[in-house]
């Protein structure tokens, strides 16, 4: 029985008890309807095949004693979008617009360095863009860090309160957003730097567009963010 089963509380096993001759009654603390299968892993399973083995030995239900009341989740950033756009997933919908900004960002992750790495082999004087490259490279991190962090912590929402996401998600996930809005200004601040330093456009045509791109697409990322209402707009 479960200690808080409203449905068939103890007091029905206990009065049941005395007319069964090979019964065992278990109690599980904490605990509601189902309460063999709410431990099944573990501690019900093995209460469960011991007592199948061998119905007229006495249980050992010390296992009991590590069950430890639920941790009841009560914050939440109220919103459905995470739990739609799960939904979505599971149905075969993908938010390609936010998968599209995520390889953008990721391309910036390898093709800065590996042409920052081409340029040294080669020896090749280019037109400084006033450090805009490597600032835009730490914004496209950034700004996937704070989708990451989002992420895992709305993954973290449905398997550790699994009842919530529904609701919403943890409070600790909204500041995926505001990583992802120092990611942002951190590409704005590389875009900027590059249209002033003088080297922006057919001199450096491949960098322009990358510094270009890498903005809008944390942009782009920023906006999905907030779009599933993690943020506190």
């Not at 049941?16 to 573990?42: C, D, K, R």
């Not at 030995?57 to 009841?72: Q, R």
């Not at 500041?175 to 456009?201: C, E, M, P």
Request: charged share 5%.
């Amino acid at each position: 029985a479960g200690s808080i089963d409203p449905i068939t509380p103890p007091a029905y096993g206990q009065a049941i008890l005395p007319g069964l001759a090979n019964a065992q009654y278990v109690e599980f603390p904490h605990t509601g309807h189902g309460a063999l299968f709410s431990h099944f892993e573990g501690c019900g399973s093995e209460l469960w095949l011991a007592f199948l083995a061998n119905p007229s030995d006495p249980l050992d239900t010390s296992c009991i004693a590590d069950i430890t009341a639920p941790d009841f989740q009560t914050r939440l950033i109220v919103t459905k979008g995470p739990y739609r756009l799960a939904h979505g997933l599971q149905s075969g919908t993908y938010p390609y617009a936010a998968i599209a900004m995520v390889g953008i960002l990721g391309l910036t992750l390898i093709l800065l360095p590996l042409g920052w790495a081409a340029r040294s082999i080669q020896g090749m004087q280019t037109v400084s863009l006033a450090l805009a490259r490597p600032l835009s490279w730490l914004g496209a991190a950034v700004s996937l860090g704070g989708l990451a962090w989002a992420v895992h912590y709305t993954l973290q929402t449905a398997t550790e309160h699994p009842i919530a996401l529904p609701l919403g998600v943890l409070p600790v996930t909204g500041w995926g957003v505001w990583i992802a809005v120092l990611g942002f200004a951190l590409t704005v601040a590389a875009l900027y730097r590059g249209l002033r330093s003088g080297g922006f456009g057919r001199q450096q045509i491949g960098s322009s567009i990358g510094l270009v791109a890498t903005c809008l697409a944390a942009l782009g990322n920023l906006i999905f963010l907030i779009s599933l209402g993690l943020g506190p707009f």
